[in-house]
C-alpha cells in the first residue's frame, strides 16, 4: 500500500498507476479512489501517470475525528502533491471531489495545475439559500444525515440501486456490480468522516473559489442528474470560471464515471491533448 502521512498525522492512501504527464482525481462522497478506476485504467494505458488518494476519512485513509471539511480536504491534497512532488497535473475532481479541487485551487492556487476539471461537480454550492435559489433545500441533507445515523449501509444501497446510477428511471438496467462496488466503497470509509462529509459538500459555498481559476478547465455534467442538479452546478460553475468548456451529457445520471465512462475517458483524453 502506498501511504503519505500529514504534518496533523492524518495517513493517505494513494494509488499512482503509469508514467507521463501526472492526471490527479479526487473522489466523490462516500467512496475512494476506486471509483475513478475506468479512467486511471484507460488514461495510465494512453501515456499518463494517474495518481489518486483517498481523501481523509474514506477507503483506506486514517479515521480522524475532526477535521472532515473542505479546507482540510483542499489541505491535504496540497500536501501530497508537494509530497510526490507533482507539476503541470492536470486536476480533476468528481462530485465532492469538484469541490476539493475547488478548494484546493482557491486556498493554492495553480502552480502545480496546468488544467482543471469538474465532473459532476458539486460547485458553486448545492445548499439552498436566500442567494443560491436555485440549490437543494435543507431537508435533502439532513435526510441524507438521518438515513446514515439510521443504517448507512442500507443508504448507501438504496443510493446506489435508485438516483445515484440512474437506475429509477424508466427503462433503466440495473447493474447489480455496480451497486455493490457503490457500497463496498461507502462503507470502508469512517461513519464519522462521511458523516460530516454531508455538510462539507452541500453547504460549503464554493463561488470565490471557481473565480480563481486561471487554467484552462473541463465541466462535465449530465442533465439528468438527480443528485447533483446541473442548472446549480456544472452550468452555475461555467458561468464563474473564465476559461472553461461545458460538456452536457444527455440522459446522464451523477454516476457517469461509470454510466458513460466511454464517453468521458474520449473526452477527457482529448481535453488533455488539446
Known sequence: MSTFTTRAGVDLYYKDWGS???????HGWPLSADSWEAQMFFLAGNGYRCIAHDRRGHGRSSQPWDGNDMDHYADDLAELLEHLDVTDAALFGFSTG??????YIGRHGTARVTKAGLISA???LMLKTPANPGGLPIEVFDGLRAGSLADRSQLYKDLAAGPFFGYNRPGATPSQGAIDWFWLQGMAGGHKNTYDSIAAFSATDFTEDLKKFDVPTLIVHGDDDQVVPIDAAGRASAKLIADNKLIVYPGA???LTDTHKDRLNADLLAFLQS
Not at 98 to 103: H, L, P, T
Open 20 to 26: 507521463g504527464p501526472i492526471v490527479v482525481f479526487c
Open 98 to 103: 469538484g469541490g476539493e479541487v475547488a478548494r
Open 122 to 124: 458539486v460547485p458553486p
Open 253 to 255: 445520471p451523477h454516476g
